[in-house]
């Protein structure tokens, strides 16, 4: 049923299918991922937890990482919930407003992660490269407004979605062939000239994706002539085991993240199941290996959760 207003029409709710093609499997297809979304939950919850609580983790490095983690909690929570109630209670339906909140929230939370992984890039150029002058450069009012200006880039950037779609008329068809909201899944059921919005989204993902990958690359490209420059073997693994976190971690998010939105637009003889299992896998996967990359990855995190497991001192 289609809703009337004064400059368009659109329906009361759409049709979220889950995953065509594997209708059959969906219900034990939801197990790993409720196990996942969990492990995300915890991993994230129990960083937050970490840096809160201790305060000789209140540095540039350890605030961009809670910034990463309470992304992440709501990336994942912002599909998880519904895709769930899709898989095992049959539950397709989604309000109209509802699923442009979801566009919402998915795109705008994509380019907040985005943005704090080139920051925590950034973090680590100045600590390698200049570490005398690191807590000086990165104060924690600096590391604010950098939190701060990723996430009015986001609001900036992504309102447009929702606005121009809720502007646009819809077609009688409310079926969505996936598990959420997603922008040029919603933009295909409009009834009208979408040029403008596919032009607008593509700007916004290469901008984004484009800026903040650059900034990434050129501090690695520093962070690597540096290091080489070290004269101690031992001095170099250190510098780049600091790295190797980050550098999984933005392996993590891009590679899947990339394909997705690539097949979206250009991938039609992918088949449609693989590509709306890595649409459900990119906005679950990095959630919950990044708190295990770091928890494995840096010592002071991970001896505060054997501490709080085993009750020892670390």
Request: aromatic letters at 10%; charged letters at 10%.
């Amino acid at each position: 049923m289609l809703a009337s207003g004064n400059s368009s029409a659109h329906p009361e709710y759409f049709i979220l299918l889950g995953i065509p093609g594997l209708k059959n499997s969906q219900f034990w297809i939801a197990f790993p991922l409720c196990a996942m979304y969990v492990v995300a939950i915890i991993g994230n919850t129990t960083v937050l937890h970490i840096i809160r609580i201790d305060h000789t983790l209140h540095e540039p490095m350890y605030l961009f990482l809670a910034m990463l983690a309470i992304t992440d909690l709501v990336l994942s929570s912002s599909t998880q919930p519904k895709m769930l109630a899709i898989l095992w209670f049959h539950a397709h339906e989604t309000e109209y407003h509802v699923c442009l909140i979801q566009v919402f929230f998915i795109h705008a939370f994509s380019s907040v992660e985005s943005g704090v992984l080139m920051a925590m890039a950034l973090d680590r150029y100045v600590a390698i490269c200049f570490p005398l002058r690191h807590s000086s450069v990165l104060t924690p009012a600096v590391v604010g407004k950098l939190g701060a200006a990723v996430m009015m880039r986001a609001l900036l950037l992504v309102s447009p979605f929702c606005i121009m779609v809720s502007r646009m008329p819809f077609c009688p068809n409310q079926i969505i062939p996936q598990s959420y909201c997603e922008h040029m899944a919603v933009l295909k059921l409009v009834c009208a000239d979408t040029r403008v919005n596919r032009a607008y989204g593509l700007f916004v993902a290469f901008s984004v994706v484009g800026f903040d990958m650059s900034v990434i690359s050129v501090s690695y490209v520093m962070i690597l002539r540096t290091v080489l420059g070290l004269p101690s073997g031992q001095a170099q693994l250190k510098a780049f085991g600091t790295c190797a976190s980050h550098i999984c971690v933005i392996l993590s998010f891009y590679i899947p993240a990339l394909f997705t939105f690539l097949t979206h637009r250009f991938g039609h003889h992918v088949p449609g199941a693989v590509h709306i299992m890595f649409a459900n896998l990119y906005l679950l996967v990095p959630p919950m290996l990044n708190p295990i990359i770091y928890g494995v990855r840096t010592k002071q995190i991970k001896d505060r959760v054997i501490q709080g497991c085993c009750g020892k001192d670390p």
